[in-house]
């Protein structure tokens, strides 16, 4: 096993005195297409009515893995059901290696054994795992039924849950078959996020802190005020980071639907960070770790390639060992590097855009061959 360092902040989380807001509410402006991200705190058990509403559906796949499944299932479920709803439970095995094209093709038998047609909905509780794969079987499903995603992890809720990027891994590479298909409707409820451990919460975070090194600088000063705070999931502070750091998704998914322009900057960290996954074959690494060292790795490049500031990386490196995530490259042979950087999706005319900060809150891209982006 590949030897990871972590370090643990030993600073306390500040307090807030603030009355924790219930719920706040954006959009995703994309026309025709455009949805609501509701967030809130301790409000499971009100999301059938909403879902009912988003989709207009009278049947849905409730799709879930099965720690999920157990934990919060029943609770969907029944205000679904009292939405009035009937509902499919479709439970898949946990983990990244679970997004492939066989559980797919499960998926759709369930479906199809449940009796879903087009007047049926998808419902995705989870992660990004459950909320990929089942918005790729919602995508192609009798050429696509409507689409719910209720995130149950930080990363799902500020990234994966937003901006209808579906699709499932090959064994070459990441992500390599998927669809945009944009939901209906994303259902955030913070509670959710108290049985996650400490890890995921931190992995999560490190999409947030993303959010703010290539966006919005006030939200990473923020973060660097309140870190702490978010990961001890305090109402007051975790839901306003939240839901600036959803509107900024919101705001580039709008701006760029189809990763044409700035929708790439999102990538910032993925690149050497998918390598790495690559790598381990999805094991041993959680994603947000990955994209943690990803960014550090960015940051430095892009003080190297003359494009942000001397000291970037080291600003955003502080912050993500305060949240717990591993920063230093794992010591693959640079052949391993190499060979994930080769089967990059992003890729055109055989060179990467690499995403690059130009400072805290401001980023860029710049075609490099994956020998430029992982120099020897």
Same mark, same amino acid.
């Given at each position: !096993? ?27 402006? #994309? ?79 369930? =479906? #199809? ?43 799902? $809720? ?21 669809? =945009? ?16 451990? $400490? /890890?995921? /919460?931190?992995?999560? !975070? ?37 839901? /600036? ?39 041993? $690494? ?8 990803? !960014? ?44 994930? #950087? ?7 005319? /055989?060179?990467?855009? =690499? ?12 075609? #490099? ?8």
């Amino acid at each position: !096993m590949t030897a990871v360092k972590r370090t643990r902040s030993t600073r306390k989380p500040s307090s807030s005195k603030a009355a924790a807001p219930r719920t706040a509410r954006l959009r995703v402006d #994309l026309g025709e297409r455009s949805y609501p991200i509701v967030i809130g705190h301790d409000t499971l058990d009100d999301a059938g009515p909403a879902i009912a509403k988003a989709t207009g559906a009278k049947r849905v796949g409730l799709v879930s893995v099965t720690p999920v499944s157990r934990r919060y299932g029943a609770r969907l479920a029944k205000s679904l059901r009292a939405a009035g709803l009937e509902v499919v439970r479709v439970d898949v095995p946990d983990g990244d290696t679970s997004k492939n094209l066989g559980q797919l093709g499960k998926l759709f038998d369930a =479906f #199809l054994a449940g009796g879903l047609d087009r007047s049926s909905a998808v419902v995705a509780l989870g992660g990004g795992v459950t909320g990929d794969l089942a918005g790729f079987a919602a995508a192609s499903y009798l050429r696509g039924i409507p689409f719910v995603q209720v995130p149950t992890t930080v990363l799902a $809720m500020v990234d994966s849950s937003i901006g209808g990027k579906t699709g499932v891994n090959l064994e070459q590479g990441k992500n390599l078959v998927g669809a =945009f298909y944009q939901p209906r409707l994303v259902w955030i409820d913070t509670k959710l996020l108290e049985s996650l451990p $400490m /890890r995921e /919460r931190a992995a999560g !975070m490190a999409e947030i802190v993303k959010a703010g090194a290539i966006w919005d600088a006030k939200l990473f000063k923020r973060l660097e005020r309140d870190i702490e705070a978010a990961l001890a999931l305090d109402p007051a502070v975790l839901i306003p980071i939240l839901r /600036r750091a959803c509107a900024i998704k919101a705001e580039v998914v709008s701006q760029d639907e189809r990763e044409a322009g700035v929708r790439t900057y999102l990538n910032f960290g993925h690149t050497l960070g998918h390598a790495i996954e690559k790598h381990l074959k999805y094991r041993e $690494m959680l994603h947000g770790e990955a994209v943690a060292i990803g !960014m550090v790795f960015a940051a430095r490049r892009s003080e190297e390639l003359g494009f942000a500031p001397e000291g970037t990386r080291d600003r955003l490196e502080a912050l993500l060992e305060r949240a717990g995530l591993p920063v230093e490259l794992p010591s693959f042979p640079r052949k391993a590097y190499l060979s994930g #950087l080769e089967v990059d999706k992003k890729k055109t005319d /055989r060179r990467i855009r =690499f995403v690059v900060l130009h400072c805290i809150g401001e980023a860029g891209t710049v075609p #490099l061959t994956p020998a430029e982006v992982f120099p020897g």
